[in-house]
């Protein structure tokens, strides 16, 4: 069973830049998707990015341009690089998994998030 956990979400002010970070423990035999999704308060879970095992990547047309998504697969993890952040990139943004198990089950899971605040 792997856990992912987020970690480098903080304040910045507008034009600024953060690096979060996706960090999984266990065992991975293969990755289908790792998925960047964010949620603000009031708000449904939204899709911001994803990446898939062959490094194909997708983002919401509201981050195309500002945000990257890349992986190190020697470090099991996956980043988010926001680059020019808005006040409404304001939320807390979760990675979420899909896997298979090296008994090839699918697994989802999620982290636990972590706050993103963008100031003007």
């Known amino acids: 069973q792997v856990q992912p956990v987020e970690s480098g979400g903080g304040l910045v002010q507008a034009g600024g830049s953060l690096r979060l970070s996706c960090a999984a423990s266990?065992?991975?035999?293969?990755?289908?998707?790792t998925d960047w999704y964010r949620q603000a308060p009031g708000k449904q879970r939204e899709l911001v990015a994803s990446i898939t095992g062959d490094s194909s990547t997708n983002y919401a047309n509201s981050v195309k341009g500002r945000f990257t998504i890349s992986r190190d697969n020697a470090k099991n993890t996956v980043y988010l690089q926001m680059n020019s952040l808005k006040p409404e990139d304001t939320a807390v943004y979760y990675c979420n998994l899909l896997y298979t198990s090296s008994s090839r089950n699918f697994i989802n899971v999620w982290g636990q998030g972590t706050q993103v605040t963008v100031s003007s």
């Open positions: 266990g065992s991975i035999f293969s990755m289908v998707t």
